[in-house]
C-alpha cells in the first residue's frame, strides 16, 4: 500500500477551476493505477477518474468528460486532477486513491481494487 496526500481543494464560483493534487509515498508509485473518487453530501462515493501506471490511458465518469482532466508525474510521485467549468453539483470531498496493477494499461477497475486512500480535499462551488 501507498499513504496518499490530497490538497488543491477549495471554494470556487461556478465556472470557475481548480487544480487537485495527490502525492504518494513510496518507491512504486509507478506500478499502481490512480483514481479519483468524491462524495457529494447525501450521497454515496463515486468514480471520477482513473489513469495507468505509464498515464497512457485514462477513464472518466460521464459527469466529468470534457471538463476534467487526470495525469500523473511518476518522478514526483503525485496525481493531478484539473477541473474546469466546475458546476455546484461537483461540490463534493475528493478523494484520490491507488490500486496495484501488474497491466501497464489497465485503467478500468473495480472499486473494490483500490487498496489505498487518501483523507479528501473538499471541493465547494458555489453557483
Known amino acids: 500500500q501507498v499513504q496518499l496526500v490530497e490538497s488543491g481543494g477549495g471554494l470556487v464560483q461556478a465556472g470557475g477551476s481548480l487544480i487537485l493534487s495527490c502525492a504518494a509515498s513510496g518507491r512504486t508509485f509507478s506500478s499502481y493505477v490512480m483514481g479519483w473518487f468524491r462524495r457529494a453530501p447525501g450521497k454515496e462515493r463515486e468514480f471520477v477518474a482513473a489513469?495507468?501506471?505509464?498515464?497512457?490511458?485514462?477513464d472518466y465518469a460521464d459527469s466529468v468528460k470534457g471538463r476534467f482532466t487526470i495525469s500523473r508525474d511518476n518522478a514526483k510521485n503525485t496525481v493531478y486532477l484539473q477541473m474546469n467549468s466546475l458546476k455546484p453539483e461537483d461540490t463534493a470531498v475528493f478523494y484520490c486513491a491507488a490500486a496495484p496493477s501488474f497491466l501497464q494499461g489497465r485503467v478500468v477497475l473495480t472499486t473494490s481494487e483500490y487498496n489505498s486512500w487518501g483523507q479528501g480535499t473538499q471541493v465547494t462551488v458555489s453557483s
Open positions: 489513469i495507468s501506471r505509464s498515464g497512457t490511458n485514462t
